[in-house]
Antibody, heavy 119, light 108 residues
Framework: QVQLVQSGAEVKKPGASVKVSCKASGYSFPSYYVHWVRQAPGQGLEWMGIIDPTGGSTTYAQNFQGRLTMTRDTSTSTVYMELSSLRSEDTAVYYC????????????WGQGTVVTVSS | DIQMTQSPSSLSASVGDRVTITCRASQSISSYLNWYQQKPGKAPKLLIYAASSLQSGVPSTFSGSGSGTTFTLTITSLQPEDFATYYCQQTYSTPVYTFGQGTKLDIK
């Protein structure tokens, strides 16, 4: 079935970087853009950015400019989200989501990856 | 950026009730509005896309309406599994797709 499977929980120190993976299966990987969304504890959903799995082009939210990098590996149908210079406010659950372009919606979501930033 | 504002922020209701959640955009977004349901510890789930289209597998007790700047999500005859947090999302301003702050629906 169509699914996105994310890598496991991470604990990082302030100033470090984290790289989360999102492996797609059950559909044509190049045909759907992938977005990343995060959710801080007890908070709402925050859009982070988007990657085109075909060409690798990206767009990032203004809040993350300079700290966020999204990449993809077409041979394994996997996209990656790397966030650098981590601070305590980056503690959150990070989700990848498939973009259903025909109707402009996020129709399939990964299970989420908990990233904890603590000294 | 387009701002999305949901009301109310929280809502208490009983099984069998009809509830309505409103989402307002800071500018016109045509019908580029989606609704998601999120349960604790789970990823969001797409309920409604393009303002009023029901995602496959979603019960017909859910419906969406609106266009422009004001949208509503209505749940008729609440079921126990419907108690969750609901988010609206605009997908008009490609590709910066902002969410509302969420509406938590709990049991009265």
């Amino acid at each position: 079935q169509v699914q996105l499977v994310q890598s496991g929980a991470e604990v990082k120190k302030p100033g470090a970087s984290v790289k989360v993976s999102c492996k797609a299966s059950g559909y044509s990987f190049p045909s759907y853009y992938v977005h990343w969304v995060r959710q801080a504890p007890g908070q709402g959903l925050e859009w982070m950015g988007i990657i085109d799995p075909t060409g690798g082009s990206t767009t990032y939210a203004q809040n993350f400019q300079g700290r966020l990098t999204m990449t993809r590996d077409t041979s394994t149908s996997t996209v990656y989200m790397e966030l650098s210079s981590l601070r305590s406010e980056d503690t959150a659950v990070y989700y990848c989501a498939r973009y259903w372009g025909s109707w402009s919606a996020f129709d399939v979501w990964g299970q989420g990856t908990v990233v904890t930033v603590s000294s | 950026d387009i701002q999305m504002t949901q009301s109310p922020s929280s809502l208490s209701a009983s099984v069998g009730d009809r509830v309505t959640i409103t989402c307002r955009a800071s500018q016109s977004i045509s019908s580029y509005l989606n609704w998601y349901q999120q349960k604790p510890g789970k990823a969001p789930k797409l309920l409604i896309y393009a303002a009023s289209s029901l995602q496959s597998g979603v019960p017909s007790t859910f419906s969406g309406s609106g266009s422009g700047t004001t949208f509503t999500l209505t749940i008729t005859s609440l079921q126990p599994e419907d108690f969750a947090t609901y988010y609206c999302q605009q997908t008009y301003s490609t590709p910066v797709y902002t969410f509302g702050q969420g509406t938590k629906l709990d049991i009265k």
